[in-house]
């Protein structure tokens, strides 16, 4: 019979685990040292059998975040203004939007300078493969959300919509820490870093349309730009200090 070695019982533990379902995809694995007081191991034995799991693809880490159960980043290109639901698709992937929320109310503060005071909020859940990846608050100009119902938007995007009474969009990328309500519908820990997408889309006549905020694990989300002319500077990228 051939020796198992220490770090491969606890590899071994681990993967049982994310095969049970113990730990789901995307949540995070204890500390380096939770894990070596749990196994009574030492961290070198235990970043040996995490090592391994790395290298099956069962595992990943970042810095800042810790280990997680791997699964495939989901990437968004910032080139175009495209929806959730099309650049998964293209990636292979199935989608699922939740709409949790949805009516009129008057605006926050900082969305009434942009639409107006009152507009249609839409507060939904975006799922790739099943699991949470986006929590989605959009805000619409009343006379653009008037004609719209609750359905509608289950079941298609603002920007299919509206496609025709659409124009330009500017994002501005930033970062949060998950709130408790956040985080639960996320499956993320409370306090977990967040990729906060804030998005201003105008009309076909130049004024704003919609204001919407996207909130996005850090850990499972990446953004792509394609960098244009020889100075390697995209347009409409800046960095704010």
């Known amino acids: 019979m051939a020796r198992s070695f220490r770090y491969q019982e606890i590899a071994e533990s681990i993967r049982g685990d994310v095969e049970k379902g113990v730990l789901a995809t995307g949540a995070l ?10 196994h009574d191991a030492s961290r070198v034995t235990i970043r040996k059998a995490l ?4 290298g099956e693809g069962l595992v990943d880490s970042r810095q800042g975040f810790g280990w997680f159960v791997g699964s495939s980043p989901i990437r ?3 080139d175009s203004l495209e929806t959730i639901e099309g650049q998964l698709a293209e990636a292979g992937r199935s989608s699922e939007r939740r709409v949790l929320q949805f009516g009129f109310v008057q605006a926050p503060v900082e969305v009434e300078a942009l639409v107006g005071a009152e507009v249609l909020e ?6 790739a493969d099943g699991e949470p990846f986006a929590y989605v608050t959009v805000w619409c100009k009343a006379s653009l959300g008037a004609d719209l119902s609750r359905s509608d938007v289950e079941e298609s995007t603002f920007v299919d919509l509206l496609l025709d009474r659409l124009g330009h969009a500017t994002q501005v990328i930033s970062a949060i820490a998950a709130d408790a309500a956040i985080a639960v519908a996320l499956k993320v820990d409370e306090g977990s870093p967040l990729l906060r997408v804030r998005r201003v889309t105008t009309d076909s006549a130049g004024g ?3 204001v919407s905020e996207h909130l996005y694990p850090a850990r499972r989300t990446e953004f792509e730009v394609t960098l244009s002319g020889p100075t390697g500077e995209p347009a409409g990228l800046r960095l704010v200090e």
């Open 208 to 210: 704003n349309a919609l």
């Open 51 to 54: 090592e391994q799991l790395r």
């Open 122 to 127: 839409v507060k939904r859940l975006n799922l």
């Open 29 to 38: 694995l204890p500390s380096e040292s939770e894990l070596s007081a749990a």
């Open 76 to 78: 968004q290109s910032l």
